[in-house]
Each structure stands twice: as C-alpha cells, then as structure tokens.
Nanobody, 118 residues
C-alpha cells in the first residue's frame, strides 16, 4: 500500500484546511486509516482514525469538534478537515494505514506541512 498525503499549507489561526491522503496498491488489505502529526521538537502524536468500512472514527481530545476525518472509498482517499485551527496545530501531518484492529499502522505516507500563523 502506498499513501500520498497532500493539502498542507499556511493558514491563519481560526482558519480551515483540508488534508487528503490517497491510497494505492493493495488497498483491500486496509482496515483503517489515520492521521498523525509531529511538531518540531515533539514526538509524533495520533490525531484521528477512520475505519475503511462502516462509520467508526476516533480522535485525540484536543481536536474533537474541530477536525473531521472522512473517506471516499471510490477514490481510496481519506480526508482530514481541520477548522478553527490553532497555532498548536502546526506540524507535519502524516497519513497512515493499518491492516488490523490494533492501532498498529503498517503503512505511512510522506508528511504534509501545516503552518498556523497567530
């Protein structure tokens, strides 16, 4: 499975941005996909996850109500709609995919940079 993330950029605090992650290859092996982020000097952290089928999603507390993860199975693409962005949301965002129920992600895309100006 190959993952291609896009959509990062510069946005003012309070603004919105939508990230996309296109999956290719053996996508039938995907159980769920997620977004992670890593800010300079910090560890990578989980942001959101969505099952490849069904409606189950999961979010880290700090983004609940502001970020929405969704998918388009026909396009093999997962999105992360980010609203009410804060400077602390600035990071390199990575998409990832897992094959099983445990939150172990076997596949990773390249990062896309999100910068939030205050």
């Amino acid at each position: 499975v190959q993952l291609q993330a896009s959509g990062g950029g510069l946005v003012q605090a309070g603004g919105s941005l939508r990230l996309s992650c296109a999956a290719s290859g053996r996508t039938f092996t995907i159980y769920a996909m997620g977004w992670f982020r890593q800010a300079p000097g910090k560890e990578r952290e989980f942001v959101a996850d969505i099952r490849w089928t069904g409606a189950s999603t999961d979010y880290r507390d700090s983004v609940k109500g502001r970020f929405t993860i969704s998918r388009d199975n026909a396009k093999n693409t997962v999105y992360l709609q980010m609203t009410s962005l804060k400077p602390e949301d600035a990071a390199v965002y990575y998409c990832a995919a897992r094959k099983g129920v445990s939150y172990v992600y076997e596949y990773w895309g390249q990062g896309t940079l999100v910068t939030v100006s205050s």
